[in-house]
C-alpha cells in the first residue's frame, strides 16, 4: 500500500447515492496519474433462507442497466445505522421479512477500480413476518428458490448480478454441506 | 421491463474510464424520481490457469478504496476492441501469458445499481508465455494459487473482490470437478 500519491483531488458531483471526485496522483515510478473516483456509501446484501428453506430472492428494473435483474435483497446505509440495521431494515422493506438471526458472513468491493463501494454480506435465518413499506422508488418482486435448483440458476445464465453470483456461491460452499 | 421512462437526462462528467449521467424518470406509480448512473466501458476478467493447473492471480493497489487486492485479470475494453481481445491482451499485459485456449463463462453486472459495468468472464487455457508491456500506471504482480487452496482462499476473506469471488466459485463448481 502507499505507492500511490495524492496531489489534488476535485469534487466534480455531490449526489442522492454517489459522489464522484477526480484525483491527480504521483505513481511509485514519478509518474503522474489521474484517478476517477465514484464514492458510495458501503451498502449490505443479505442471503436469506425462509422457514421451509428455500432463497429468498428479488426482482426489480434496474434503470443504469436496463434490465430486471434477479439479485438477492440489498441496499446502501443510512446515516447513522450501523450495516447490521440496515440489512434487518432493506430485508423487511423488500422481502416483508424480519431475521431473528443475523450474521455477516463476507465483506467484497464491488469494482474496486473505480469505486469505493463495498458490501457487507450477511447471512439471515429465523424470519419472522413483519413487513416495512418499501422505498417509494422500488418496485419489488420476491422469489423462493430452492436450494437443489441454485446450481441451476447458476449455470443458466440467470443470475447475473455479481454480488448474487457471490453470495450464491458462499451459500453452495458453507451452508448447503456436501461439498467438503 | 419498461416500468420507469427517461423524461430528461444530463451529461455531468465525461472521463477517462468512466462517465456521470443523472437522469428524470417517471416511476410506473407516475411519480418521477432520479436516476444517477456511472457509464463504464464493458469490461471483461479472466479466470486463466497456467501449465501446471495453478490459477493465476494479480496482486495491486486499487486507489479507489485504498488497499491492495488480489484479483484475477481484468480491464476495460478499448474502441474497436472485441472482449475476446481484450481478455487476451489484458492477460499478456498483467501475467505475461496469451491464451491459446479462450471461453466466455459468464456475465454479470457489478454494480448494476448505479453503474452500467458488465464483466465477460473467460476461461483461458493452454497459456504462452509472451509477455506484453503493463499499462504506465500499472503496478502489478502474480500470484498462483493452487486450485486445493481456493476454498481457504474463499473462506478465509482474503479475497475482497467480488468478480474475483464470482470467478472463483464458478471455476470450483464447473472446472474443479468433484462436486457434482
Known sequence: MGGERKISSN??????IINLKVDNVVLPSGKKALREVVEHAPAVAVLATDPDGRILLVK???????????????????PGETVRETAARELREETGYE????????RFYTSPGFSTEMIVLFSARRLKYAPLEQDYDEDIAVERIDPESLRDYLGSGMIRDAKTIAALCWYLHHEHGGNE
Open 60 to 78: 426489480q428494473e434496474r434503470y443504469a442497466v436496463a434490465e430486471t435483474l434477479l439479485e438477492i435483497p440489498a441496499g446502501i446505509t443510512e
Open 99 to 106: 431475521p431473528l438471526d443475523l450474521e455477516e458472513v463476507l
Open 11 to 16: 469534487v466534480l458531483y455531490k449526489g442522492r
